[in-house]
């Protein structure tokens, strides 16, 4: 850990003896030593400063997540890297307005500097991934239900007289591919020249969070899960990642961030959006679809959300998803969130919340057993798999968390813990022994341990 520290400074002192242009684009911005595996970056000034700074501190990182997310694109759809710069140039660059385009540009500047050979539709195609696929069934002309978008995470949003101080609290775990999950490890502090400041969970490269999880000095609060079996998408509108980030910088209430979300929404990235106005304890729930996008809210009650579809013109109109099969993931932890709910009545907070991220009970079954099925997701360990976007046994499930409440918020703080919350450690070499058909993984799959629940404050 010394010896990464001393080679950072080292690069950083590098650059201060140089280009003096270099200099002032660097100055404001820091990278904190690794803590429990996460890397915390404060990036401030102008979109295309931020996007420089983000470049140039997290280079090697970038260009790993490229490899890894390249890789796994090109096995799960079959089309190489190039498919997918060409679709960030022609299909999404178009719809990103001025501001992201400086920090997207930025990016690719500051990993110029650093010797890195990627450009901006790298770039671009890196923040797109998580849409990618609602683009690919349209571009291939799959029907709705013949293959489904993959579903990711677990969450929830308390307020009133559900929580311990009346105060909202808010949690998030994020489902994907380990070999993906390991490397979403970064703490983004943001102080834009226009907006409010950020922080935020995300990748290396991504301008949004991804599995948006942050909150803004406004005193808005975000995150979500994405709606499983998900159908429509419109290749004319902004891009989600765009909307996300946007939504994040410039919320100043839940209305603000309605109305970002769902003007040019493009149905890509369909997620299940929960958010909380810490200045009112508000808590709200936006199912964006593309058809259909209804706004709930409360200041007296919760919303969770696990993948499932909610609102029923959503369910008949934009997913082929079936609400009456009680063994589906989405459905079995739908079930377990409403029991934690009504049995922590009045008691939810931060420590709570982390409980509840690591939580192994199945309520189809009725018993204590890690697999998709459970809030802590362990598809790795399930013979069953999540038919809608893995194979039983495969490398995912819960790589990260990330808890925060009202107080936290106030602070531009949360606590979270990279790996499993449960304190399971995944073992790549392993587990690859024992399944040998994810063979395919083993240059982009690491070990992915359990860490232990760590603050993060705006610097």
Same mark, same amino acid.
């Given at each position: ?20 242009? %270099? ?42 997540? %490229? ?11 079959? !089309? ?25 540009? =930025? ?29 690919? !069934?349209?571009?291939?002309? @799959? ?6 978008? &993959? ?5 929830? @949003? ?55 999880? #942050?909150?803004?000095?406004? $005193? ?16 004319? #509108? ?19 961030? &309605?109305?970002?979300?769902?003007? =040019? ?9 929960? %958010? ?24 007296? $009650?919760?919303?969770? #959300? ?9 369910? !008949? ?60 997701? *362990? ?17 995912? $499930?819960?790589?990260?968390?990330? @808890? ?15 790996? *499993? ?6 073992? &790549? ?9 994810? &063979? ?20």
């Amino acid at each position: 850990m010394l010896l990464l520290a001393a080679i950072l400074l080292l690069a950083l002192a590098a650059v201060f003896s140089g280009d003096p242009r %270099v200099d002032a684009r660097i100055k404001k911005a820091s990278r904190a030593p690794e803590r429990n595996g996460w890397i915390q970056v404060h990036l401030e000034g102008s979109p295309s400063d931020i996007g420089f700074q983000h470049g140039y501190l997290l280079s090697a990182e970038i260009q790993d997540a %490229v490899t890894a997310i390249s890789t796994e694109l090109k096995h799960d759809d079959n !089309k190489d890297w190039d498919f997918y710069r060409k679709t960030a140039r022609d299909v999404f660059w178009p719809h990103v307005e001025q501001q992201y385009r400086d920090e997207l540009t =930025g990016i690719a500047d500051g990993l110029k500097a650093r010797s890195v050979k990627l450009d901006v539709w790298d770039v671009v195609a890196l923040n797109a991934w998580l849409e990618l696929p609602y683009y690919d !069934k349209w571009y291939d002309h @799959v029907k709705p239900g013949v293959k489904s978008t &993959a579903d990711h995470c677990s969450a929830f @949003v308390a307020t009133g007289s559900y929580t311990k101080d009346g105060r909202v609290v808010i949690g998030h775990n994020n489902w994907t591919t380990y070999s993906s999950g390991e490397r979403w490890n970064i703490i983004f502090d943001i102080s834009p020249s226009a907006g409010n400041r950020m922080i935020m969970d995300g990748m290396p490269g991504l301008i949004h969070s991804g599995d948006d999880f #942050g909150l803004n000095s406004a $005193g808005i609060i975000i995150t979500e899960t994405t709606i499983s079996e998900f159908n429509s998408f419109d290749a004319n #509108g902004i891009p989600e990642f765009v909307r996300a980030r946007k939504a994040m910088q410039y919320s100043n209430s839940i209305d603000d961030f &309605a109305r970002i979300m769902r003007e =040019g929404n493009t149905g890509g990235y369909a997620n299940n959006w929960l %958010v909380a106005d810490r200045k009112n304890n508000e808590a709200a729930s936006l199912e964006l679809g593309l058809k259909n996008t209804p706004l709930l809210r409360t200041k007296d $009650g919760f919303f969770v #959300g696990s993948n499932f579809p909610a609102d029923p013109k959503l369910i !008949k109109e934009e997913t082929s998803f079936d609400v009456n099969d009680a063994g589906k993931s989405e459905n079995a932890r739908h079930k377990r969130w409403l029991q934690l709910m009504q049995e922590y009545k009045g008691k939810i907070d931060v420590a709570a919340g982390q409980k509840f991220l690591a939580d192994h009970y199945d309520a189809f079954e009725g018993k204590t057993d890690p697999s998709e099925r459970t809030l802590c997701g *362990h598809i790795e360990l399930s013979p069953r798999g999540m038919p809608t976007w893995q194979k039983p046994y495969a490398p995912c $499930g819960a790589v990260q968390s990330k @808890v925060t409440d009202a107080g936290g918020a106030e602070r531009m703080s949360l606590t979270a813990a990279l790996g *499993h919350a449960c304190g399971i450690n995944y073992k &790549a070499a392993d587990h690859l022994a024992q399944h040998p058909e994810y &063979a395919w993984y083993k240059p982009i799959l690491h070990d992915m341990d359990a860490r232990p629940w760590t603050s993060f404050m705006a610097k």
